[in-house]
């Protein structure tokens, strides 16, 4: 029988050859945190190696994703799929150990963590799925969501202030199964943390209204046994245990220093740290015996027989909540979501109304959410103003199987926490800002189209329209920057119809995030024909065309449609021939093939127009360089949105001049 001490050493030197082997990592976090691991993941964590994805595992999240060696250590020593080649791999191309924990890439790995902080705003979001999930599927008896979620911090994800958006929020909503480690070794890259991190973090937490178990010795098992089981007692609040660690630990020149931060600890110190720690065995070998105690298979195995055989008894006494729970886990969409949608947008098209695309949005959200209780929606405390909520919508707070979260002015924290209800499951995550505050949540939503969460963005107040409010709240480059941004799904739609279908991409997508970019001020609707109206989800479609071969082709999007349809018209009107693309969705129409956008945009027709009011750049892909965009410039500026758009050239006449200069070049 192996002392304790030595399963975690099996972590530290996993840990260690693995950094060495790749000639870089991050060492000192896996030697400090190796006691508390093997306490959580031996005698708490509830998981099965064979099925990564059993839904109602425990969720174990390293927030402090550079400490990548420690988890993938574990996850190889109980016995998930993660051979000893794959950590001798650590760091290298096509590897199941990438430099930080990747969802999808290494199994038993959550989320994708790394951008501190962000790991403890997913597991804030999976507490939240877990809970929610469980106060409407379970009944008296049949805990079928029942678990944990677990997260490891250190001192620079707490310094990040999304730590403070979400872990303020999570001890607002009383989220009890929610237990977090705080690895307080006092040190970070540039060294001893007094020097700029003297936070009383026990009292911070407090303040938040947390359980906080404060001055655990991180290398005590015992100590640390004890304190899990009192987290676990106290079920209406999230837990911090606070751990004094020494990072390195067991490295006789570097523990406690930041050398062993993030780089190698050089072949002679490792001999120096396998002598100190009693481990007598060649780099990656672990014995058979040490192998044999932290193997978690068959425990994890009759976790799974366990809830199967309650699930079955669930089955059979709720059979219509039981089908229901397994379409959602399963991101099923319910039988008749098809004909629902193509009927309501169908109607859509029939009953002309000119309204703003938030309120398309809200009236979609409306019609949509009824069939789909799995959309989970909230907003940065703008709720009236991006007009998420519907008459279904019951806060979290006050129902706890509600379906919308207040979130507050926490545009960061907000998206990184829906995108870890999304990874939960069992949820499709909307959120809400003003487009221009996306700045605050940039690197969330990048994160999102990194993990290829399903999770949609809704963004109104979407350009000068906005008005007096002026350039602080007129998004100008940020439509760009979303659309360049790998695998997310941007649309701009021009009417209720476009929204509506939006919606309904945005909803079906499975490989990534949706943005929607809505505006404020009302947009009159567009006739479409049965054609028209089914090419809309391709991204692009033909709005109008007068007579061909055509001389000019204009493109827009949302807001700008209108008075770029009436500037066509008068084009033909003055003997040339036009042809109106709306492009609600440049991403999606990037992805059809090569004969529908010839089709959109034929070759043969060099004389193009792009029409939007955000930065001009953008555009070039699709009128050529020598093509005429009317867009933005510079920022906008304070004054009624009818005087700004007049200011930077949004009129018919402004675009016909400058399209008849082109014509004429």
Not at 9 to 31: E, Y
Not at 448 to 467: C, E, P, Q, R, W
Not at 515 to 529: E, G
Not at 579 to 591: E, G, K, L, Q, W
């Amino acid at each position: 029988m192996c002392l304790r001490k030595e399963l975690a050493n099996a972590i530290r030197i996993l840990s260690i050859d693995a950094v060495q082997n790749a000639k870089s990592g991050h060492p000192g976090m896996p030697m400090g945190m190796a006691d508390i691991a093997e306490v959580l993941w031996r005698d708490f964590l509830k998981h099965s190696p064979r099925n990564p994805n059993w839904y109602n595992r425990d969720r174990f999240v390293l927030s402090n994703g550079h400490g990548s060696m420690l988890l993938y250590s574990l996850l190889h020593l109980t016995g998930y799929d993660l051979s000893i080649d794959e950590l001798k791999n650590f760091r290298q191309l096509n590897s199941k150990t990438p430099g930080h924990p990747e969802i999808g890439e290494t199994p038993g790995v959550e989320t994708t963590t790394g951008p501190l902080g962000q790991g403890l705003a997913n597991a804030v979001g999976m507490a939240i799925a877990e809970r929610t999930l469980g106060a409407y599927f379970n009944r008296p008896g049949y805990n079928i969501i029942d678990h944990y979620t677990w997260v490891f911090v250190g001192d620079g994800c707490l310094m990040e202030g999304i730590s403070h958006e979400v872990c303020s929020l999570a001890g607002t909503l009383n989220l009890g199964k929610l237990v977090v480690f705080y690895d307080k070794n006092n040190i970070s890259i540039d060294g001893k943390v007094s020097n700029w991190f003297t936070d009383d973090t026990a009292k911070r937490f407090e303040s938040y209204n947390w359980h906080v178990i404060d001055n655990i010795n991180g290398h005590d098992s015992n100590m640390i046994h004890k304190s899990i089981k009192i987290a676990q007692s106290v079920t209406n609040k999230p837990s911090l245990i606070i751990c004094n660690t020494i990072i390195g630990f067991g490295s006789p020149n570097k523990s406690g220093t930041s050398e062993s931060h993030g780089a190698p600890l050089g072949e002679k110190e490792i001999s120096l740290t396998r002598k100190k720690l009693n481990w007598n065995y060649t780099s990656f070998q672990i014995p058979d015996n040490v192998y044999k105690q932290w193997n978690c298979v068959e425990k994890g195995l009759q976790f799974e027989k366990e809830w199967n055989e309650l699930f079955s008894l669930y089955q059979f006494q709720y059979p219509d909540l039981s089908v229901e729970y397994l379409r959602r886990v399963n991101t099923q969409l319910p039988l008749n979501w098809d004909q629902e949608t193509e009927n309501y947008i169908s109607f859509l098209q029939n009953n002309t109304q000119n309204i703003a695309s938030r309120q398309a949005s809200q009236n979609t959200l409306e019609k949509y959410a009824k069939i789909l209780p799995e959309l989970i929606g909230g907003s940065a405390d703008l709720s009236p103003s991006n007009l998420t909520i519907w008459s279904g919508c019951k806060s979290i707070k006050d129902n706890l199987s509600g379906n919308y979260i207040h979130y507050g002015v926490r545009e960061f924290g907000m998206t990184a926490i829906a995108n870890g209800i999304s990874h939960h499951g069992g949820f499709i995550p909307y959120t809400a800002t003003f487009l221009m505050f996306v700045e605050y949540a940039r690197n969330a939503v990048r994160m999102a189209a990194l993990m290829n969460t399903k999770h949609i963005f809704v963004y109104t107040h979407d350009s000068i329209g906005l008005g007096e409010d002026g350039p602080t709240h007129q998004p100008v480059e940020q439509i760009a920057s979303l659309r360049m941004t790998p695998n997310i799904d941007v649309w701009r739609p021009s009417d209720q119809v476009e929204t509506a279908v939006a919606w309904k991409q945005a909803i079906e997508r499975k490989s990534g995030p949706t943005a929607l970019i809505l505006s404020r001020q009302n947009l009159p609707q567009f006739f479409r024909n049965t054609k028209q109206l089914s090419h809309i989800s391709y991204g692009a479609y033909v709005l109008y065309d007068s007579q061909k071969p055509l001389d000019i082709i204009f493109i827009s999007t949302g807001s700008e449609l209108y008075i770029t349809l009436m500037s066509a018209k008068k084009l033909t009107s003055l003997g040339y021939s036009t042809r109106v693309v709306s492009m609600p969705s440049t991403n999606v129409f990037d992805r059809q093939n090569s004969s529908y956008k010839e089709y959109i945009l034929p070759s043969y027709v060099t004389k193009r127009v792009a029409i939007e009011a955000s930065i001009e750049d953008f555009w070039y892909k699709y009128t050529g360089i020598n093509g005429l965009i009317i867009g933005m410039k510079t920022f906008g500026a304070s004054a009624p949105a009818e005087d700004l758009f007049k200011k930077f050239g949004f009129t018919i006449d402004h675009i016909v001049k400058q399209a008849i200069v082109l014509l004429k070049s």
